[in-house]
């Protein structure tokens, strides 16, 4: 039988629950179990896919097309595991099924209710995606915090699995804010207290509290939060703001964690084992050097938008033996001139042209791009970013004036960016997007082949336009050449030939980007701007790499 982890937040959002949660699965792998992590997200959207990134960061797309939380993403990574549209439960998938079952008559002569209708077909997926995977533990983060009109179903069936499961079977972790008072110079445990006597409130008695401060907790502080929360002592954890987020398993495991649940879960006695995990963070915290790189794009405000490109590009820096240092660029303060192009060209830098929707912004980006290429400094492209990257050499390289995409004006002249054809025909948004692992076939004698060393390679995609093959003879002979068909045809990989580093992909590879197995475009990419880097040249290895 599974054992269940529920991990629930207090206070309020945003404290890292999803981190908590990755590093617990990433510590008890590490200690030999099997694990699998499931998100709960209490909105109403059936997935992510429709929000705006500005509100709730980025959707992460996962192998079979799901349009997910970002949270999946930190399990990805965290845990080197892939996740599905099975790892995710939101109230709109629920009520989707609840309603389609009750039209089937499945519930003939019922009344269906929230308690037990609702929170048994919750427990259904809970125990299904358990039972699938074979897991010795699931790791399930409640997202939100505790007091959500919105939560409250899903606490209500997973105070109920404690009395259906067997004893042992099940651990609360709950993870709240401690908030330091400047005036007073003290941390104040009580929103934590309160946070705990809600979820009491509900049923839930947590097995482990994590207060999550700035700068840890004394002594005193977790006598505190024991007493007023009823959890012993020595299941009260520290969890500090770290200096990078993949630090957090080490801070908890130095906390004892992995034996503190093997006890309550009664797991037996296995250890964890963190040596690579620590030998990525030292490469991390000991780089030699420091990479600027430039991302360039719309939704800048909130860094969330853009999480897996951010950790791809943490991940190759730390690959070379670097650091990134991340100057963000608003693409729409580029077009209104309130920041000038020269403002951020920088030869040593790299650049990362982001992926996005709609015109705004779009001519900012278009006219750094023109510079950046001019320069020959190190650019990457990332699915908008390739299809900008095609308008603007179509424009001042092939010469052909008013070159665009049909997605920023439908009744361009020149749509060197098109609708595919199979989204022509598609009436919803939500989830119709060509999504997922799709195939490309690269074309030898080109840096993208170089770099994947391979004929065939996957990534993960997520777009409704793509370059038009009508221009890519052109687009070719300006020196902008396809090294990478997708299976339908179209360009998926395009480089500009004669630039050192200037490549752009329609799909999406910071998606499969891993701490210890950076995506090899992203690696290629950081390479290009430590070469570039020609001053700390010597200090950068290309051989230190994840390899060793
Ligand atoms: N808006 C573009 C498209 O739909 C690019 C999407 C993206 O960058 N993910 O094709």
Redesign the pocket.
Known sequence: MGKYIFVTGGVMSSLGKGIVSSSTANLMISAGYKVVSIKIDPYINVDAGTMNPYAHGEVFVTEDGYEADLDMGHYERFTNMLTSRDNNITTGQVYQSVIRMEREGAYLGKCVQLVPHITDEIKRRLRDVSQKSGADITIVEVGGTVGDMESQPFLEAIRQMKLDEPAGSIMYIHLAHIPFLKHTNELKTKPLQHSVQELRRIGIQPDMIICRSENGISDDIRRKVSLFTSVPYDMVISDPDASTIYEVPLVLENQGMVGKISKMLQLGIKEADTKQWKGFVDRINNARADLNIYMIGKYTDDRDSYMSITEAVHHSAAAVGARAIIHWVESTNLEDGSISVNSILDDNAGYVIL????KRGTEGKIAALKELRMRNVPVLG????M?LMAIEIARNVVGIEGAGST?LDPNTGHPV?DMLEEQKKVKMMGGT?RLGSRRATLVDNTLAHKIYGSNVVYERH?????INPEYVEALGKAGFIVSGYSDEGFPDFMELKDNLFYIGTQG?PEFKSRPLSPAPLFRAFMEAVAERNMLKKEDISRTNAVSK
């Open positions: 992926p996005g929707f709609g990332i699915c908008f970013g299809q997605e960016v997007m997520r777009h409704r336009y793509e999406h």
